[in-house]
């Protein structure tokens, strides 16, 4: 499955929004019902740390500036309002199937 | 606690065998549903999930490299290892291992290791 992210980068003002999008080239949706597309945040110089799964369960500990959304092939990560810990790369990755897979990544900055 | 490090060495030639160690802490591989992942991240570059080994010694490969790849367990140890022959410059990159994907007590186990540089060059 391959998996899209746009854009490439953001910069972004802090207090304001931002929104990322991922594409996969196939439907995430499972025969439980559950669509397996997970966000998660790397920062500089350290390891991925999960903010969403299933598309909108935002993991234990993460903000609720954070949402996910979408269904089937199109999802969306909003952050309502950037703080400057929000820097960093992000990426959306599959776990329907195996390999799992991930997007390009969104690397985002602040203005 | 949850806790996973990855170790291995640091620099390999080219063509010759990588070998890391993921040691966990905080759970058993043995207990139903738990699974250690690999995944790798060249510099400056995309994440790529590696192999996968679950509690019942199911084995699981990405079909890119699953010729060169092997992962094994030791329950005993809290080990997991994984190897990679035949390794060449493009397989520069920081090796992760992550519980990913189980449940805890009806929470998501998401716990990544910090991630171990491996540098192929003669």
Redesign the interface.
Known sequence: IVMTQTPLSLSVTPGQPASISCKSSQSLLHSDGNTFLYWYLQKPGQSPQLLIYEISSRFSGVPDRFSGSGSGTDFTLKISRVEADDVGVYYCMQTLQLPFTFGGGTKVEIK | QVTLKESGPALVKPTQTLTLTCTFSGFSLSTRGKRI?WFRQPPGK????LA?IDWDDDK?Y???LKTRLTISKDTSKNQVVLTMTNMDPVDTATY?C?R??SYTYG??D?N????TLVTVSS
């Open positions: 992942n995309a994440l790529e999930w996968r699981f990405n079909p890119a992760y992550a990913i994907g929470s998501l998401d990544w290791g910090q991630g």
